[in-house]
């Protein structure tokens, strides 16, 4: 894992605990995110992929609040381990991923939805969250 040190005095980066179950069971078994999702409901991943999954068949709305529930669980699970509301969520960390993929998720959508505040209030707290992530996941 990469160290990322604020020369500048900012805040140290957040990094999510791993949920190794959660990942054996999207990986090894092979279960549906929406299995996932209902067993550990905090795991912001499993919302990502049900977010992802309805955009692209075109549910918009549905996606947006898979979105929604991922993200609000990722600040959660963010705030339980020392985030203060800004600073980096290195997108190198496994497990911080979820999280970010959720926040681009629900950018995307609110924008497919005309929620235009939204969508670039997401945006730009993604890129301050993580500019690897704002460049992965945004094209």
Known sequence: MTTHKNLLGGPEPTY??????AYRLLGEEKLAP????AKFPTFSLAWALLADDAFERGSVVESY???RTGYHRGLDALRR??????????????ANRGFLRCLAGLARAAGE???QDEYERCRQFLKDSSAEAYTELTG
Do not use: M, S, T
Not at 16 to 21: A, G, I, K, Q, Y
Not at 34 to 37: K, L, S
Not at 81 to 94: E, I, M, S, T, Y
């Open 113 to 115: 939805i005309g929620e």
């Open 34 to 37: 929406v299995e996932v999702a």
């Open 65 to 67: 609040a898979y979105a």
């Open 16 to 21: 999510l605990p791993e949920n190794e179950e």
């Open 81 to 94: 381990a020392g985030w203060k509301g800004h600073g980096p969520v290195p997108w190198d960390h496994r």
